[in-house]
């Protein structure tokens, strides 16, 4: 298997630009989260998914951000318009739905800057 | 989800085993013990996971107490590979969120 695969792998953009990243889980997961990591907060989960559904979306910065999971193999993360307190590594990870053996996978992430 | 504390830093010697603690004093009794680690640059790693037993696996061994109040992840014989941040989590199982703290930069030294 390829593991999450997280496209593109470096984003630079400009300020007011709209940004879209995507996320492809490992095939059979039905579980999917979007993390963002920086510096100053570590890393912060933005949203979750289960069996393409949204569940938790308080991690949600502000209505810039949005995440569709439109089918069971695909996931986007999107900022419109971007700032550059944006900048930050975006990670993507799925999970087989287990009770109490849930492992998740991450994607090796998107680094993007904002200028 | 119940909140846990672990050291800022440790240093280990290559060879020798990595003892990372980490409290959990308000875990409840459905509550899962979870250990990722991330390697610079790099997505977490799943590591191991346990609920009231002790576990072990290829990567690692996972001490719980019998209060479950507090666990050690063990490296048994730490290379320099394994320099990383390790991050201990509490979690309900079953299809809810994962949240990471700042967790322990674990530095092993030759």
């Known amino acids: 298997d390829a593991g999450v695969i997280q496209s593109p792998r470096h984003e630079v953009t400009e300020m007011g630009q709209e940004v879209t990243l995507r996320c492809k889980p490992i095939?059979?997961?039905?579980?999917l989260f979007w993390y963002r990591q920086t510096m100053m907060r570590g890393l912060e989960l933005l949203i979750y998914?289960?069996?393409?559904?949204?569940?938790?979306d308080s991690g949600m910065p502000e209505d810039r951000f949005s995440a569709k999971m439109p089918n069971a193999s695909f996931s986007t993360l999107k900022i419109q318009p971007s700032e550059p307190r944006d900048s930050a590594v975006y990670f993507c990870?799925?999970?087989?739905?287990?009770?109490?053996?849930?492992?998740?996978?991450f994607g090796s992430g998107t680094q993007l800057s904002v200028l | 989800d119940a909140k846990t504390t672990q050291p800022t830093s440790m240093d280990c010697a290559e060879g020798r085993a990595a003892n990372l603690p980490c409290n959990h004093s308000?875990?409840?009794?459905?509550?899962?013990v979870y250990w990722y680690r991330q390697i610079h640059s790099q997505g977490p790693q799943y590591i191991i996971h346990g609920l009231k037993n002790n576990e072990t696996n290829e990567m690692a061994s996972l001490i719980i107490t019998e209060d479950r109040k507090s666990s050690t992840l063990i490296l048994p014989h730490a290379t320099l590979r394994d320099t990383a941040v390790y991050y201990c989590?509490?979690?309900?199982?079953?299809?809810?969120?994962?949240?990471f703290g700042a967790g322990t930069i674990l530095r092993v030294k030759s």
């Open positions: 095939s059979g997961h039905n579980s």
């Open positions: 989590i509490v979690r309900v199982g079953y299809g809810n969120k994962l949240v």
């Open positions: 998914f289960n069996n393409n559904v949204p569940i938790d």
């Open positions: 990870a799925s999970s087989l739905l287990s009770r109490g053996n849930e492992k998740l996978f």
């Open positions: 308000t875990i409840s009794g459905n509550e899962y």
